[in-house]
């Protein structure tokens, strides 16, 4: 099994920027796809961005170049780079991991952002 601990949320201002990180511990795949999702109140679970192993990047649409999504593999933890934040980026972000055949997937407590003035 796989924990992932999410930290780096908080409240910045509109146009400001803040840094997600997730850390993993456990039986983690040497093939596997981390990433970032979010959820807003009374909205669906979306997609923000993913990260192989191997570094193969896929970002939503709405946050395709302002999100950078990295990894450190050394440290098993990925980050969320966030610039340029608007009020419609306030959600939980969650951390999620899945090993190689996305058989096995986990998920992270999340972590508050909120984008207001």
């Known amino acids: 099994q796989v924990q992932l601990v999410e930290s780096g949320g908080g409240l910045v201002r509109p146009g400001g920027s803040l840094r997600l990180s997730c850390a993993a511990s456990g039986s983690i795949s040497s093939i596997n796809a981390m990433g970032w999702y979010r959820q807003a109140p009374g909205k669906e679970r979306e997609l923000v961005a993913t990260?192989?192993?191997?570094?193969?990047?896929n970002y939503a649409i709405p946050m395709k170049g302002r999100f950078t999504i990295s990894r450190d593999n050394g440290k098993n933890t990925v980050y969320l780079q966030m610039n340029s934040l608007k009020p419609e980026d306030t959600a939980v972000y969650y951390c999620y991991y899945t090993d190689y055949d996305g058989v096995d997937n986990y998920w992270g407590q999340g972590t508050q952002v909120t984008v207001s003035s």
């Open positions: 990260i192989t192993n191997g570094g193969s990047t």
